[in-house]
């Protein structure tokens, strides 16, 4: 008779142990990437809010030491804290657009911002817009900075950023707030600022951040951050750090930072026993999937971008905004040679327009020179707002980057 073999296999006991420590392994590891996802969104937050003070103070720099307005309605134009900066945050398309007659304040309500006045893991509000259609923002000024000096419709600050009596290191200029509030308020970035609709904080008294909390338990009279280990601030120094709740204290009627980003909190980041018992396990999970979750980042960050011509010249300067079948826009700036990128688009279908700035003229028939000394035939005024021809154009905006030239005619 021949010898029977029998073929080695898993028992019934021996693969239920695989799945065990499988899902073991898997309950250790989703903890893992969600740090490292929060981790990276706080990270970008706060460069954010260190992007806008230092958009402070290269305003600053660059009018004498004076600080930009909460908001003001004279001298003319009428201006918000945000629209005030758009030129040291690299729009100043925009901010022509809303402050050169015949624009105004009312022409950019529309508009969302650039995605620096935008947290990472701030959802309130996904399209960047009030129920109205406003554009919102995820950050605000310090009133107690840049509204105390009230001079009828104008709220300006009292010192020059030189002068603040405290030291920059211990003001703080920007900090979080959610988009939409539990109330119904909003932080909207052209609204008349204070008010339940404007963009401030520190207005109606200096009460300790919101960290961590939903929005259906927000305060609009405070700062509001989803962040569990503190609110994201800006320093008048020009750094970043995390106001925690417990250690917030007043000096001299200002919102100060007595804290930093390394701080422990009340709300338990602090390691405990068990999270040290499995530190090690934490750290290799989080290196295995550190390349995954950078991919996955990167694959969310959509854009378009491309060249606007005009006659076969390079635009050198004007907006170009996408607007998406659900009435979501956004809109970027036309950079040197024509370049524009667009960052956060509404994918799919989206009507193309292009915005000159104020006063442009544009090359046709007969003599003289356009706007940037180039000779042309003649210049004839275009329309303060077009599509790039022809009128139906529009483009198919797929996650990731989309290429996108702009050919117009006058």
Not at 93 to 101: E, K, N
Not at 171 to 186: I, N
Not at 222 to 232: E, F, K, L, T
Request: charged share 15%.
């Amino acid at each position: 008779m021949f010898p029977v073999t029998r073929r080695k296999a898993f028992t019934l006991i021996e693969l239920l142990v695989v799945i065990a420590i499988i899902a073991v392994l898997i309950g250790l590891l989703l903890p893992a990437v969600q740090k490292v996802r929060e981790a990276a969104a706080k990270t970008q937050c706060q460069n954010n809010c260190r992007q806008l003070t230092l958009a402070v103070h290269d305003y600053a720099h660059d009018n004498e030491g004076a600080l930009p307005a909460l908001y003001r309605t004279t001298p003319a134009p009428e201006a918000t804290w945000h629209l005030i900066i758009q030129p040291w945050v690299e729009e100043v398309a925009l901010y022509r657009l809303g402050t050169v007659p015949p624009g105004s304040l009312g022409t950019v309500h529309t508009y969302v911002l650039k995605s620096t006045f935008y947290c990472p893991s701030e959802l309130s509000a996904p399209n960047h817009k009030c129920p109205h259609g406003y554009g919102n923002s995820n950050y605000a000024p310090n009133y107690q900075v840049f509204g105390t000096k009230v001079t009828g419709g104008n709220y300006t600050a009292k010192y020059k950023i030189d002068t603040i009596p405290d030291g920059n290191s211990t003001v703080l200029f920007v900090a979080e707030r959610f988009a939409l509030l539990s109330g119904g308020q909003e932080n909207c970035w052209t609204c008349p600022a204070p008010g339940s609709y404007g963009s401030q904080f520190a207005y109606q008294g200096q009460s300790v951040p919101q960290v961590g909390v939903r929005v259906a338990n927000s305060d609009w009279t405070r700062v509001n951050s989803p962040h569990p280990g503190g609110a994201v601030v800006g320093v008048g120094d020009g750094s970043s750090g995390s106001s925690a709740p417990r250690s917030s204290r007043r000096r001299g009627g200002r919102t100060v930072c007595p804290t930093t980003a390394n701080t422990p909190t009340s709300t338990g980041e602090a390691r405990g026993p068990a999270m040290r018992t499995f530190g090690a396990w934490l750290i290799l999970a989080a290196a295995v999937t550190l390349s995954g979750c950078g991919k996955s980042e990167t694959a969310q960050r959509n854009s378009v971008e491309g060249v606007v011509t005009l006659s076969g010249r390079p635009l050198a300067e004007g907006l170009v905004t996408l607007h998406g079948a659900d009435g979501q826009q956004a809109v970027g700036s036309i950079l040197g040679g024509g370049r524009y990128v667009i960052d956060d688009p509404p994918l799919g279908k989206c009507q193309v327009t292009v915005t000159p700035p104020p006063g442009f003229s544009s090359p046709n028939a007969g003599q003289g020179t356009d706007p940037h000394g180039a000779p042309a035939e003649r210049a004839s005024p275009i329309p303060q707002r077009y599509r790039s021809l022809p009128n139906d154009l529009s483009v198919d905006v797929k996650p990731g980057v989309t290429h996108h030239d702009i050919a117009m005619t006058p």
